[in-house]
């Protein structure tokens, strides 16, 4: 390219361009020719229509290079009756790289839309209108089409001297279309229900929106009963801009924008069916002959009585397992570039065709569920054992054998019943598996093992003594079993509950009311608190004031089983100017003493520790005597005793000393003298 002249293209001589013909070497579009202007030439209509059609080619070219489907809006939805449909603005472009625009949301009656066979290259629009049709009734595709038209009449003056003067239109309107395109299928005579799961079966299996014109953009498929809408479907034909262009290597079964618009269709068609049942699950061969290679199941397809599923055909082996919810996009995106199930492909093909049935779990509660069943996945059997109904007779000669009867249920299992609270989530998942050839040498799970019987309290027992928290760290200790201290050092010491002095005096409460401190409850205790939003506000008031740290009185009284769930949400909607008020009424910290060497606040003890505002709950009957051994065991600390609390008002004030105060109060006196 020249950069002075800007030209990036050679011209040629008549004789290079003889030689490069005669060669083969050059290579004529007959689309791009364009009249070549010249002082003197006579120019003639033809020559500036000439002019516009190589615009409009070169145009259409580059719309294809981009790719076709819908640019932005172009939405369908039913209309304010059942013989209406609305359609969003929007603009797209066609196969052919024509550009379709609506300038505005219009709503239009079905028998008012021609079918595109009655529209001609300009609109079909002449002197003489074809009415429509009134009875519509079968499935059509609603498109956009790129028409023009001529309008705006001017005087035409003769071009010879007996011509007469007459009037033409003079401009070209170019405008865009909506068309019905009717779907060929072989249904015609079945319900149109039906006719919906065989006609995403020829799209998605086959070719795409096949019978198509590459002049129009489909934006959805549309069942009609006599101009009547019965279900509107848009993933079925509507492709976004540049979809097509999306997989050039070609890798994949089909290209990634189709696999996308199956799995989208079939949540749209499965939501439509449910709703129409009333929430009834079906088998899937009822309803779809072609299945995508992953997508959502119907509730209770799974059977937690013997753990049998109903939903794939009996021939395929079908498993049961869990996965974080936050991991489930990228297992889809992975499994779509399978192809789709076919659940009319014969028994052979369905005997090799894994399912696995997945159960989304919240990441917090990952480990908890984990702990309550045995192997993370169980086989599920068919409905319908050794399928003898559906088998030839030859086949069932040729396989003749006394069925097993599978194994009783335990239902007092934990794990058992852990696997029925999941069977019966609403939203479980499917995806296809992979067949792959792999050796199972080592089969086995790692465990957290404990050492030894008795665990110490915690190896960092200098931090919670910092904290005031000790007697609740060693209360919840003196319960727990090996395996249940060792999660609870796990989730002390993680960085969010490390970082966070109230945090850790909320888990050790927590822990404080279990019945039982076992592994499960410590993790259900983790759950709970690791979950979305849960200790976001004592966070804040902890932050809301740098300049100060929490009493040990307070995150006692947390640990104690103080009631902080309500302060924490009340905190975490609070307004920045706020929060430091309620984190001296909540949290009561006090200034640093200046004398003292600087630390960091979270780990610091107050020398002077207030009463705090949370009311501490009484301990369970269960935890009542060790909390008494803990006490007598654990180290005096510095942090206000029962009696003291008791003596105390709301507002701060000491009250009167009873004669138990006071007793207990010398008595601490006396021992302190004979240390």
Do not use: C
């Amino acid at each position: 390219m020249n950069l002075i002249t800007g030209e990036t293209r050679a011209t040629l001589g008549s004789a290079e361009v003889a030689r490069l013909k005669e060669a083969g070497a050059l290579i004529e579009d007959p689309r791009r020719e364009r009249p070549r202007y010249f002082d003197g030439r006579f120019l003639a209509a033809r020559d500036l229509i000439r002019d516009q059609q190589y615009i409009l080619t070169r145009e259409a070219d580059l719309g294809q290079a981009a790719g076709s489907g819908v640019a932005s809006g172009l939405d369908v939805e039913r209309g304010s009756a059942g013989d209406r449909v609305n359609v969003a603005a929007g603009h797209g472009v066609t196969a052919a790289g024509e550009l379709v625009l609506l300038t505005r949301a219009i709503e239009l009656r079905l028998a008012d839309i021609p079918r595109a066979e009655q529209l001609s290259a300009r609109f079909g629009l002449g002197r003489v209108a074809q009415p429509p049709l009134r009875n519509r009734s079968g499935l059509f595709v609603l498109a956009l089409r790129p028409v023009e038209y001529t309008d705006n009449p001017i005087g035409s003056y003769p071009t010879s001297i007996t011509g007469q003067r007459s009037v033409e239109d003079g401009d070209v309107v170019e405008a865009t279309a909506i068309v019905l395109v009717p779907w060929q299928d072989d249904g015609a005579a079945d319900a149109l229900d039906a006719r919906r799961g065989r006609a995403a079966a020829a799209i998605f299996a086959g070719d795409g929106a096949r019978g198509l014109s590459a002049n129009v953009l489909p934006l959805a498929m549309l069942a009609l009963s006599n101009n009547v809408v019965v279900w509107v479907d848009e993933a079925m034909v509507r492709r976004e801009l540049g979809a097509d262009r999306a997989d050039l290597p070609g890798l994949g079964y089909a290209p990634r924008a189709l696999r996308l618009a199956h799995l989208v269709q079939h949540q749209v068609h499965l939501a439509d069916l449910l709703l129409a049942s009333g929430g009834r699950g079906f088998a899937a061969r009822e309803n779809f002959p072609l299945l995508p290679s992953a997508g959502p199941i119907p509730a209770g397809m799974i059977d937690s009585r013997d753990f049998t599923q109903r939903y794939f055909p009996p021939e395929m082996v079908v498993d049961f397992s869990i996965i974080p919810e936050d991991e489930l996009p990228a297992l889809v995106e992975e499994a779509l570039s399978l192809p789709p199930i076919d659940l009319e492909a014969p028994s052979a093909t369905l005997e090799s065709t894994s399912i696995l049935l997945l159960a989304p779990i919240p990441r917090n509660e990952w480990r908890a569920v984990s702990s309550r069943l045995t192997t993370r996945t169980r086989t599920l059997r068919p409905a319908a054992i050794n399928l003898v109904a559906t088998r030839k007779p030859l086949e069932i000669l040729q396989q003749l054998r006394i069925p097993r009867l599978p194994l009783p249920i335990d239902s007092g299992d934990p794990s058992n019943a852990e696997w029925a609270r999941l069977a019966a989530l609403p939203d479980l998942w499917f995806v296809r598996r992979r067949n792959l050839a792999y050796r199972d040498d080592l089969a086995g799970e790692a465990i957290r093992l404990a050492g030894r019987d008795t665990l110490e309290p915690s190896t960092d027992s200098s931090r919670l003594s910092a904290l005031g928290l000790d007697i609740a760290s060693n209360r919840v200790f003196a319960r727990a079993t090996p395996r249940a201290a060792l999660e609870v050092q796990s989730l002390l010491a993680s960085p969010r509950f490390a970082e966070s002095p109230s945090l850790t005096a909320a888990a050790l409460g927590e822990l404080g009311r279990a019945e039982t401190l076992d592994q499960a409850a410590v993790l259900r205790v983790a759950a709970d608190l690791s979950a979305p939003g849960v200790g976001d506000g004592l966070i804040r008031l902890e932050r809301a004031r740098p300049d100060s740290v929490a009493s040990t009185a307070a995150l006692a009284a947390i640990a104690d089983g103080g009631d902080w769930r309500s302060a924490d949400s009340a905190a975490a909607k609070l307004r920045s100017a706020e929060l430091s008020r309620m984190a001296g009424t909540v949290l009561r910290p006090q200034p640093l003493n200046p004398s003292e060497p600087a630390v960091k606040p979270t780990l610091t003890t107050p020398t002077a520790a207030p009463t705090p505002t949370l009311i501490p709950r009484p301990p369970t009957r269960a935890g009542a005597a060790t909390t008494r051994a803990a006490a007598q065991a654990a180290p005096a600390v510095d942090t206000p005793t029962a009696g003291e609390k008791a003596a105390t008002t709301p507002s701060g004030k000491r009250r009167k000393a009873s004669p138990a105060a006071s007793t207990s109060e010398a008595t601490g006196k006396a021992g302190g003298n004979r240390k």
